[in-house]
Nanobody, 125 residues
């Protein structure tokens, strides 16, 4: 049984930083690309970042590029999302996902089949 468990969310002030973690079990972690999404109330789920299975390639949405950093530790079966200079509009439930990705200079796809339960991030002014 595949499980993805996010942690590290919380209530912070604008300008603060948080690091989210997603611990995976039940799958060969090093074979899967991993991604982070978020969903704010009343909005669609938004892809933020994806990291390849080896960790050698990453993809960021424009909305978080330069502020968020995705990384992974295959020895710990964990993917991270370092979030800096948080803004109130970053308030959302953050989810990790596992799947298959193509990350190239002109080509990006992410097909995901596994989801975590999410962790709440709230950024106050």
């Amino acid at each position: 049984q595949v499980q993805l468990v996010e942690s590290g969310g919380g209530l912070v002030q604008a300008g603060d930083s948080l690091r989210l973690s997603c611990a995976a079990s039940g799958l060969t972690f090093s074979r899967y690309a991993m991604g982070w999404f978020r969903q704010a109330p009343g909005k669609e789920r938004e892809l933020l970042a994806v990291i390849s299975a080896s960790g050698g390639s990453v993809y960021y949405e424009d909305s978080v590029r330069g502020r968020f950093t995705i990384s992974r530790d295959n020895a710990k079966n964990t993917v991270y999302l370092q979030m800096n200079n948080l803004k109130p509009e970053d308030t959302a439930v953050y989810y990790c996902a596992g799947g298959i990705a193509t990350i190239g200079s002109d080509d990006f796809t992410f097909q995901y089949g596994y989801w975590g339960q999410g962790t709440q991030v709230t950024v106050s002014t």
